[in-house]
């Protein structure tokens, strides 16, 4: 009998953690007992009940797992540490809010059971209010633009992967991880599913605007040279164009207009070189000090105790 494991990242999940743990049950339930289940849930550092509520839970069910992390990680180091301590030959990533909904996971078993390695959740929709779905949007197109990553669309948390791929994904051991790039590098055979999304059962979305653009903008530092090679166009055209007003400016003063040059138009040159020179300096700063931060090769994530998991 093959085993599923739900790898579940939960940061201040307190008022969906029981309903998400009781729909999840009730949704292998209807499978019949085709499947053994395990839940690996990673707290990135909560502070209210929702490690305490899942170790109440774990107490009476060997079967529902918990990672804490000491601090604050970030969903994507989460993420990896599920993966890690996983057992199940298949494995399905989702988030605790009910977004995703339970009952869908037998379809996703049924996708990946026809072969393939992955199996990716699209949206029909999403639910959300309409700031959010437009911030959404921007997030995504921003990815596709700056990056080249081939992302489905409308792609959602909630997917399937096998113990194959998750083997090949655990080898990706940067520090500045792009969880959803990883997942399109490993490649293998994929798929989507559309899910019809529910409105979250309670709270409000931590992944706000600021988080999606940050997210963005290290996808495109981990998974692209644009910056880099932007950079290098803009230099060339800099100096084409400054060569050419260099040129026009002579023509005038020789042959049209008699002015006197001064003082403020090369401070303000001064000036505006500089502020260049700084930018481009910066996007390779940033470059460096990820490079400095891969090459140190600290732990990927400190974990300060474990529930129904051995070592």
Same mark, same amino acid.
């Given at each position: 009998?093959?085993?599923?494991? =739900?790898?579940?990242?939960?940061? /201040?999940?307190?008022?969906? %953690?029981?309903?998400?743990?009781?729909?999840?049950?009730?949704?292998?339930?209807?499978?019949?007992?085709?499947?053994? /289940?395990?839940?690996?849930?990673?707290?990135?550092?909560? @502070?209210?009940? !929702?490690?305490?509520?899942?170790? +109440?839970?774990?107490?009476?069910?060997?079967?529902?797992?918990?990672?804490?992390?000491?601090?604050?990680?970030?969903?994507?180091?989460?993420?990896?540490?599920?993966?890690? &301590?996983?057992?199940?030959?298949?494995?399905?990533?989702?988030?605790?809010? =009910?977004?995703?909904?339970?009952?869908?996971?037998?379809?996703?078993?049924?996708?990946?059971?026809?072969?393939?390695?992955?199996?990716? +959740?699209?949206?029909?929709?999403?639910?959300?209010?309409?700031?959010?779905?437009?911030?959404?949007? %921007?997030?995504?197109?921003?990815?596709?633009?700056? !990056?080249?990553?081939?992302?489905?669309?409308?792609?959602?948390?909630?997917?399937?992967?096998?113990?194959?791929?998750?083997?090949?994904?655990?080898? &990706?051991?940067?520090?500045? @991880?792009?969880?959803?790039?990883?997942?399109?590098?490993?490649? =293998?055979?994929?798929?989507?599913?559309?899910?019809?999304?529910?409105?979250?059962?309670?709270?409000?979305?931590?992944?706000?605007?600021?988080?999606?653009?940050?997210?963005?903008?290290?996808?495109?530092?981990?998974?692209?040279?644009?910056?880099?090679?932007?950079?290098?166009?803009?230099? #060339? /055209?800099?100096?084409?164009?400054?060569?050419?007003?260099?040129? !026009?400016?002579?023509?005038?003063?020789?042959?049209?207009?008699?002015?006197?040059?001064?003082?403020?138009?090369?401070?303000? !040159?001064? %000036? +505006?070189?500089? +502020?260049?020179?700084?930018? #481009?300096?910066?996007?390779?700063?940033? &470059?460096?000090?990820?490079? &400095?931060?891969?090459?140190?090769?600290?732990?990927?994530?400190?974990?300060?105790?474990?529930?129904?998991?051995?070592?």
């Amino acid at each position: 009998m093959k085993t599923i494991s =739900l790898v579940v990242p939960v940061f /201040y999940e307190e008022d969906c %953690i029981l309903q998400f743990i009781k729909e999840v049950k009730e949704a292998f339930a209807k499978l019949n007992h085709q499947y053994k /289940y395990e839940f690996v849930f990673i707290d990135d550092g909560s @502070r209210d009940k !929702t490690t305490e509520l899942i170790k +109440g839970e774990a107490a009476k069910d060997p079967q529902i797992k918990l990672i804490e992390f000491s601090y604050n990680h970030g969903k994507q180091w989460a993420v990896t540490a599920g993966i890690k &301590y996983a057992t199940g030959d298949y494995m399905i990533y989702m988030d605790p809010d =009910l977004q995703d909904p339970p009952e869908e996971i037998h379809r996703f078993i049924e996708e990946i059971e026809k072969g393939f390695d992955l199996v990716f +959740g699209i949206r029909k929709e999403k639910k959300d209010n309409v700031v959010n779905v437009l911030f959404s949007k %921007i997030f995504w197109w921003v990815l596709e633009k700056f !990056t080249g990553l081939k992302l489905p669309k409308g792609i959602a948390v909630m997917r399937i992967f096998n113990r194959k791929f998750a083997d090949k994904f655990l080898t &990706y051991p940067e520090q500045n @991880r792009f969880i959803e790039g990883i997942f399109m590098h490993v490649g =293998l055979k994929q798929t989507t599913i559309e899910i019809q999304q529910r409105d979250r059962f309670a709270g409000v979305s931590k992944f706000n605007f600021r988080r999606k653009m940050k997210l963005a903008f290290d996808a495109i530092f981990d998974f692209s040279e644009l910056p880099l090679k932007m950079a290098v166009k803009f230099g #060339f /055209y800099l100096m084409f164009l400054s060569i050419l007003a260099l040129l !026009t400016i002579v023509v005038l003063r020789l042959f049209f207009i008699k002015f006197q040059i001064g003082w403020p138009s090369i401070i303000i !040159t001064i %000036i +505006g070189a500089t +502020g260049i020179l700084l930018y #481009f300096i910066g996007v390779l700063a940033i &470059y460096i000090g990820r490079i &400095y931060k891969e090459v140190k090769a600290r732990p990927l994530f400190s974990i300060k105790e474990l529930t129904n998991i051995n070592e």
